[in-house]
């Protein structure tokens, strides 16, 4: 046989396939390197995590996972921060998917909610540079510039008193596009035809408020104002507002009623809300009408009262208003005021506008994504006395059983008992549980399920304001808290809040899981995981959560707890209290992106 030779090697050939491969290992190194301890690395890490949240969002599979998977861990992995470009994220009000619905009425400005499996499951940072919140009550004239770094405002209404940046702080003169000179001055000048300061008013809601600068102004007169706005151009303005310690949440009054119960406000205030009060048939007036109290008082000042090339709409403003028996009080200037009757209405008159009282079926407080009515509510559809001047005065309404409440079958006893149950509570939260409650690192409150009020009735002596909330799947009791003098409005916890992120001290929360569970059922509507994520989103850091509720779901929460990132501690329930409860508090850790 012939031999057959064998392939001659290459030393050349594989020392160059040796060093290739060994020079593209050391490239390697070098590149983590970089990555991993400089900051090149950050941009590469945030599309990365961009990726994976989009992911959660994109694929309902993918958050129904990892929700799951979190609620199945005794000790869960933490939830990754979101990318910082959500730092001011509000899924309810995000401008690129409410950007493609009708402009028809404003729709597209109003709630529109992301489904919870399409929201990326991740944690909310705060901005670059984030202090620790100006504390009350010097926050109501100044907040730290980097907590919202947004010149928009400032700029283009800093001549009007509004804001103005002063090295590392928005400061606040406290004017307004109608009150230039200071809205104290403002105050002075309606004083003169509506009786302030006197406890007879109590409750008021200012539309499209600006930095909300009125309603900070009517703490004096010990007026507690809610103020709304939407989001739009400015961006911030209800963000500024509630970094100023003034009660106010995003809104839009377009298609549907506002989230109140009908004669929630002893006093409505618009200043250049433009708000377009007589179009489709004064339905936004109506909304208006339904929402403001017997005997209560309407402000407008700005267009269309006596406005230059505004003269019919103003004649039509005066005629729906004369068409509901309003009495105009005085027009100043540019402010006009009026007093709404105490009785019954004119209707049904003859008027130009069509308007007809609203049919027996309608509830008038029925006001979570209900539709607007072109009709009026009288005052014989509300069981129980509302008028202003013939419910109590302030603060002696904070603790008598309003009638609204008997007429819901609350019997005076239950009212009294809960009234009594939350002063030994909060008593018990001061004093064994060392929370901040009363010193000024809280300011803005909310309850979660308040029921009726009785938590906010507890802490009406500290320096703080509360936000009473309460789901409409449950009692609709957020009459009875704004006949307390107290404010509140209705909300899903199943869906996010309309507020910014950051911005309330202090979130309680008694049954939590009943916020998630179906009524009369345990099936779940939503989950809790979602829930505490939310939480988070509007909690400010070094913020506390109090939570009561059976020790099974304590435990649970306190797992749930780590994956949100807050340090918590359970307790025993007071020792005045019946039931089966524990406390968990929990405190938001001050953490930042890298």
Not at 210 to 222: E, K, P
Not at 462 to 471: G, H, K
Request: proline residues 8%; hydrophobic residues 40%.
């Amino acid at each position: 046989m012939g031999n057959v030779d064998s392939p001659k090697r290459n030393p050349g050939r594989q020392w160059k396939l040796l060093d290739i491969v060994t020079g593209l290992f050391f490239c390697l190194v070098i590149l983590f390197f970089i990555l991993v301890f400089t900051p090149f690395g950050d941009p590469m890490a945030e599309t990365g995590r961009q990726a994976l949240l989009a992911s959660s969002s994109s694929d309902p599979k993918q958050h129904q996972k990892l929700v799951a998977a979190i609620e199945s861990e005794e000790h869960p992995q933490r939830i990754e921060s979101c990318p910082a470009a959500a730092a001011d994220h509000m899924p309810c009000e995000d401008p690129r998917r409410n950007s493609q619905m009708s402009r028809e009425m404003n729709y597209y400005r109003e709630r529109h909610c992301p489904k919870p499996d399409e929201t990326p499951l991740c944690l909310i940072p705060p901005p670059k540079g984030y202090k620790v919140s100006v504390h009350w009550p010097e926050s109501l004239h100044k907040i730290w510039y980097a907590n919202m770094p947004h010149n928009k405002i400032a700029e283009r209404k800093g001549h009007q008193g509004w804001m103005k940046k002063e090295g590392p702080y928005f400061i606040f003169p406290g004017g307004g596009t109608m009150f230039p000179d200071g809205a104290e001055q403002y105050i002075d000048k309606l004083a003169q035809y509506i009786p302030f300061g006197r406890g007879i008013l109590r409750t008021a809601l200012d539309m499209g408020c600006g930095v909300a600068s009125f309603g900070g102004a009517l703490l004096s007169q010990d007026i507690l104002a809610i103020s709304f706005a939407p989001r739009d151009s400015h961006k911030s303005q209800i963000q500024f507002a509630l970094e100023r310690g003034i009660p106010a949440f995003v809104a839009m009054l377009g298609t549907r009623r506002l989230p109140f119960p009908a004669f929630s406000f002893d006093m409505v205030h618009c200043s250049r809300c433009l708000i377009p009060f007589t179009a489709y048939n004064a339905t936004y007036f109506m909304e208006v009408d339904r929402m403001l109290r017997p005997g209560g008082y309407l402000v407008i000042s700005g267009p269309p009262v006596q406005w230059s090339k505004q003269d019919k709409e103003w004649a039509d403003l005066q005629a729906v208003a004369k068409s509901l028996c309003y009495e105009l009080i005085a027009v100043d200037g540019n402010t006009a005021v009026w007093k709404k009757p105490d009785g019954d209405s004119c209707l049904p008159n003859q008027n130009e506008f069509g308007l007809e009282l609203c049919g027996g079926s309608d509830d008038p407080s029925s006001a979570w994504y209900f539709p607007l009515k072109k009709c009026v509510v009288g005052p014989a559809s509300i069981k129980g006395e509302s008028a202003v001047g013939k419910i109590p005065q302030w603060p002696d309404r904070l603790t008598k059983p309003p009638s609204r409440a008997i007429v819901r079958n609350t019997r005076i006893d239950v009212f009294e008992a809960d009234t009594k149950q939350w002063a030994r509570r909060v008593s018990y939260y001061k004093e064994s549980l060392n929370l901040k409650l009363g010193t000024s690192a809280v300011r803005n409150i909310m309850d979660m399920n308040a029921l009726y009020g009785g938590f906010a009735a507890a802490l009406i002596s500290d320096p703080v304001w509360v936000m009473n909330v309460v789901p409409p799947h449950m009692s609709l009791t957020l009459d009875i808290i704004y006949d307390r003098g107290l404010i509140g409005v209705y909300h899903n916890w199943c869906e996010p809040f309309s507020t910014y992120p950051r911005t309330y001290d202090f979130i309680h929360v008694a049954g939590i899981e009943s916020l998630t569970k179906q009524p009369g059922s345990d099936k779940s509507r939503c989950s809790l995981v979602d829930l505490m994520v939310e939480m988070d989103r509007i909690l400010r850091p070094e913020g506390t959560v109090v939570i009561r509720d059976t020790p099974e779901i304590i435990n649970k929460l306190s797992g749930l707890a780590h994956a949100v990132r807050w340090t918590t501690t359970v307790h025993d329930k007071e020792p005045e209290s019946h039931g089966r409860e524990k406390i968990l508090v929990a405190v938001k850790s001050f953490w930042t992106l890298r």
